[in-house]
């Protein structure tokens, strides 16, 4: 039997996902430090605005997904051992639900503080400050930093979602729609900050309530997520907006095969590969090692995230697979 179909638990990636892998590790650093000069700017402004402060601590919770993924990736490629025979990959998904506690909690606790400012009923005020010589109402600066500050996430954002689908990275997945939905913060807390100068002072209230609310679906969309892959539920898309279509072409190419009469699988997703038990049934009620040698091998073909594959011979396949008829 060859050395490849012994080896299990990937930790070097194909040329085209390496090449994703390193432009992704540079896009969450560009990340890091953008949000250093955001945060920076945000709290020199801050003042007393509710939207601001939620604004700030969201900058603040942005920090979280770009860590995760970097140390993630960095655990990832350790190699399996007797302790971690299925390698490190599950690294990953700790990383999602790291980010995805620390933002369901912080947001759940900006929407206690903002809820209770509105039922409360308190007037914010905006003063002046000096600037060149001129006497400048505050609000102009924190509208001024969050219209700018709103682009580059959004435009980093959209960059990551292509590596996240490459990769099928669900960290990286968890920033970049987070970044894309940055812009939604920036005009909340413009209108929140608006609405003080304007005199109506509940818009204030009602914008740190909203970005707070934002924070909390994320963190509670991503928990979801993040809890169902590490309890081992089907494997889907990077987005898990439906199940991984790869199961069904591994099934596919194990149909195919002259000694299959039906084939079936089930597969986990471990990070970045899957774990696929493969179970089949032959024709005859037998098989060699070479077929089943020639089978792994066909199936580690079809896509770089099969990798850590076992072909199972059965008499028939289990409740828990479909089947799939050879020829």
């Not at 250093?36 to 601001?52: H, I, K, W």
């Not at 759940?108 to 400048?136: C, D, M, Q, R, Y």
């Not at 049934?281 to 089978?295: I, K, M, N, W, Y």
Request: aromatic residues 6%; charged residues 20%; neutral net charge.
């Amino acid at each position: 039997m060859s050395a490849r179909a012994v080896t299990f638990g990937r930790t070097e990636l194909p040329a085209a996902q390496a090449e994703a892998l390193r432009r992704a590790k540079r896009l969450e650093w560009v990340s890091i430090g953008v949000l250093v000069v955001t945060a920076t700017l945000v709290l020199l402004v801050l003042g007393n605005s509710q939207a601001m402060r939620a604004a700030w601590f969201e900058d603040l919770l942005s920090f979280i997904p770009p860590i995760a993924f970097l140390v993630a990736v960095r655990t990832v490629r350790r190699r399996p051992s007797p302790r971690h025979p299925y390698g490190h990959h599950r690294s990953v998904a700790v990383g999602h639900v790291v980010a995805a506690v620390a933002l369901a909690g912080m947001g759940t606790f900006l929407v206690v503080e903002s809820g209770l400012s509105l039922l409360k009923a308190e007037h914010p005020t905006i003063g002046t400050v000096a600037l060149f010589g001129h006497s400048v109402w505050l609000g102009w600066l924190m509208i001024a930093v969050m219209a700018v500050t709103g682009v580059p996430p959004v435009i980093l954002g959209r960059m990551k979602m292509r590596l996240a689908r490459e990769l099928h990275d669900k960290v990286l997945y968890a920033d970049a729609d987070m970044n894309k939905a940055d812009w939604m913060t920036s005009l909340g807390t413009i209108v929140g900050v608006s609405g003080i100068g304007l005199g109506v002072w509940w818009l204030d209230a009602a914008a740190a309530l909203f970005i707070a609310g934002s924070i909390v679906h994320d963190g509670v969309r991503n928990l979801v997520a993040a809890i169902t892959d590490l309890m081992d539920a089907r494997a889907t898309t990077f987005d898990d907006r439906m199940p991984h279509p790869l199961v069904d072409r591994v099934d596919s190419v194990l149909a195919d095969l002259d000694w299959v009469r039906e084939a079936g699988s089930r597969a986990r997703d471990e990070g970045h590969v899957f774990h696929i038990e493969a179970f089949v049934v032959p024709r005859g009620g037998t098989v060699s090692l070479a077929q089943l040698d020639e089978a792994r091998e066909a199936c580690v073909a079809v896509d770089w995230k099969v990798e850590d594959i076992v072909i199972v011979p059965v008499p028939e396949l289990p409740d828990v697979v479909t089947a799939h008829r050879g020829k």
